[in-house]
């Protein structure tokens, strides 16, 4: 590890720890309340309404909830894909889902993942990810196992993160691997990245 990727692992530990005790401090209703106002917001990006296929986190603990949203999208007939353990290769891997309920178990960390893995016949138009840290240009930090980068790096749809407002910063500490997000989504407004 050179000093300037070390630094950046420091920093990120330190902005981790900080905006994880903030999130960590909504209470369920704010957290239920903040998600629906998120939720709704996502639902007006013209990608979004135009998706036929959709990659969505299953939320856990405080992130922002889309149980609800991928039941929704299911009832109306959208292809969804979620993330699946895939514990000979140690990394998540996109599953297609026909069923929330019944589809998925809480697997590793208790996150919920599909009980059957099936390989999705499609790939997604957009992709809605979780993170810790944000930022107005995109860049997002997770929680530091790389999962999320690992899957996204050659993913050619719109990757869209939601995140409450505690969780946007000035400025995200970022490597070349990290994958920046086109859009970070929270209750108050939608960050584009602004693409060079």
């Known amino acids: 590890m050179t000093a300037a990727s070390s630094n950046i692992a420091a920093e ?21 309340r903040r998600s629906r106002l998120i939720v709704a917001r996502l639902l007006e990006l013209p990608a979004v309404k135009q998706a036929e296929t959709i990659f969505c986190y299953l939320s856990h603990g405080n992130e922002v909830q889309t149980h609800q949203l991928v039941r ?64 107005a240009q995109g860049h997002r930090m997770g929680y530091g196992k790389g999962f999320y980068d690992e899957m996204l790096k050659q993913f050619g749809g719109r990757k869209i993160a939601l995140a409450f407002d505690c969780q946007i910063q000035p400025s995200v500490p970022h490597a070349p691997k990290d994958v920046p997000m086109d859009a970070v989504v929270t209750e108050s407004t939608v960050y584009w990245r602004e693409h060079s």
Do not use: C
């Open 12 to 32: 990120k530990r330190t902005m981790r720890e900080r905006v994880l005790a903030l999130r960590g401090a909504l209470s369920p209703d704010e957290v239920s």
């Open 72 to 135: 929704n999208w299911l009832d109306a007939g959208k292809h969804i894909h979620v993330p699946a353990y895939h514990t000979e290769q140690r990394h998540y891997r996109p599953s297609h889902i026909r069923d929330l309920d019944r589809d998925t178990v809480a697997g590793k960390l208790g996150i919920l993942e599909p009980h059957t893995r099936r390989t999705p016949d499609r790939p997604a138009d957009v992709a809605i990810v979780p993170g810790v840290a944000f930022d």
